[in-house]
Structures are given as C-alpha cells and as structure tokens.
C-alpha cells in the first residue's frame, strides 16, 4: 500500500514530481501528477490510501504580510495604485507597493514556493524601483504553470494617513484585474493605526493579504 504522494510517484518511476491532484473515479482513487524529467501529465491508478487525500488536497491557503516605512519625495503606490495627494510615499527597493507585497507573499505562501525576498532578492539591480504589479505577474505565471487559480483574496490596508477608505473601490477592481478574476472574488479592508505604534504615528504603512488557491488542471 502506498502510504503518500510523493512515494507513489516514485514508484511509478516519476521521481521529482511536483504537482498533484486527485479524484476518485469508480471506487478508485487516481493521483495526478506532473514529472519535470518526464514533462507530461500522468495518472497513476491506486487503490485508496489516507495518506494520498491528505497529500493531494486540491486547495491551498496562503498569508502575506509587509511593512514599509513613510518616506518623502516617493509616490505612494498601494494595491498597484498611485495614492494621489499625499506628500510622502513608502521606502523600499522596488516601489514599496506593501500591498502587492503581501499579496504576492500570500500566493507563494499558498503554492509552497517560499517568499518574495527570495524570488526578488533587494540586493538585485533589476528590482531597483521595479513596478510590483510586474513582480506579481510573474508569480502568477508560475502558478499557471503549476495549474493554480486564484479562488479568493481578502486583504487589509494598515494606514493612519492618507485614510484609505476612499480608495479601496479602486484598489479592489486593480487587484481583480491584476488576479484576473471577477471582482466579487476580492475584498479590500481598511484600518487606521488608531494613533499608536509605527503605524498610528505615521512613521510606516502595513499591509495583510490571505489568498485561496485551487489546484484545477486544464484537462484530465
Ligand atoms: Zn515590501
């Protein structure tokens, strides 16, 4: 009996394999998987296994959070949107968008591909006042690759100035669009510093994404 994906696909002779899936079809529990050596996609027929449905969950959660600190004579880029009429923006490498950045946190999070340092590293001259929104799209390319499709975003804006309010329409349709996913499927929530710690004194812009993911090849 085989106890979890990963040993059946080397049993199967599909070592490496990366991505799964599962369905049970006539009383059998099929794992789907994708071989980088083989470069194909593979059914692999088992009898039913625990340890298989639990390995091979078809969707997948992820959480992302960022800081940066308010600094002047930078726009203030939120959500992949220009915050208009405020003196000040955010300190960073790239454009500091904070909320891309835990957006972008949150779908690595959820795939199992690390954090965004690592795929963007702020030592690399290529990132250096990079658009985030282009960060973003790249991961999302990744999760295509690996047949990963957003189901939902909920995400929170920590802010005492400017008050973000106003903007979260805005903000919502940039992000749906980004995600390519129909507006219902985001939400954008607000809060204040309440005047207190880094936030509420103005000195720094927070932000928290959660994402669901769900594994959906293209064809069985
Ligand atoms: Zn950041």
């Known amino acids: 009996m085989t106890e979890n994906v990963a040993e059946a696909a080397e049993t199967a002779d599909l070592p490496g394999s990366r991505s799964f899936g599962f369905r049970v079809l006539r009383g059998r529990f099929l794992v789907y998987a994708v071989s980088p050596a083989k470069g194909a996609r593979h059914w692999l027929q088992y009898a039913a296994c625990s340890g298989?449905?639990?390995?091979?969950?078809?969707?997948?959660?992820?959480?992302?959070?960022?800081?940066?600190?308010?600094?002047?004579?930078?726009?203030?880029?939120?959500?992949?949107?220009?915050?208009?009429?405020?003196?000040?923006?955010?300190?960073?490498?790239?454009?500091?968008?904070?909320?891309?950045?835990?957006?972008?946190?949150?779908?690595?999070?959820?795939?199992?591909?690390?954090?965004?340092?690592?795929?963007?590293?702020?030592?690399?001259?290529?990132?250096?006042?990079?658009?985030?929104?282009?960060?973003?799209?790249?991961?999302?390319?990744?999760?295509?690759?690996?047949?990963?499709?957003?189901?939902?975003?909920?995400?929170?804006?920590?802010?005492?100035?400017p008050r973000m309010g106003p903007w979260k329409p805005l903000i919502r349709q940039r992000l749906a669009d980004l995600l390519q996913v129909d507006l219902q499927r985001v939400n954008v929530k607000a809060k204040s510093g309440e005047a207190v710690g880094p936030v509420g004194r103005g000195e720094a812009i927070s932000a928290a994404a959660v994402v669901l993911l769900q594994y959906r090849p293209a064809a069985d």
Not at 87 to 101: K, T
Not at 118 to 140: H, I, Q, Y
């Open 52 to 161: 298989c449905v639990m390995s091979a969950v078809t969707l997948r959660i992820g959480e992302g959070h960022d800081t940066h600190r308010t600094i002047g004579g930078r726009p203030l880029v939120i959500g992949g949107v220009v915050i208009t009429g405020v003196p000040f923006g955010l300190d960073g490498h790239s454009d500091a968008d904070v909320l891309l950045h835990a957006v972008t946190d949150a779908l690595l999070g959820a795939a199992g591909l690390g954090d965004i340092g690592e795929w963007f590293p702020n030592t690399d001259e290529r990132w250096r006042g990079a658009d985030s929104a282009v960060l973003l799209k790249a991961v999302l390319r990744e999760l295509e690759q690996q047949s990963l499709h957003v189901v939902n975003l909920d995400c929170t804006v920590h802010a005492e100035k």
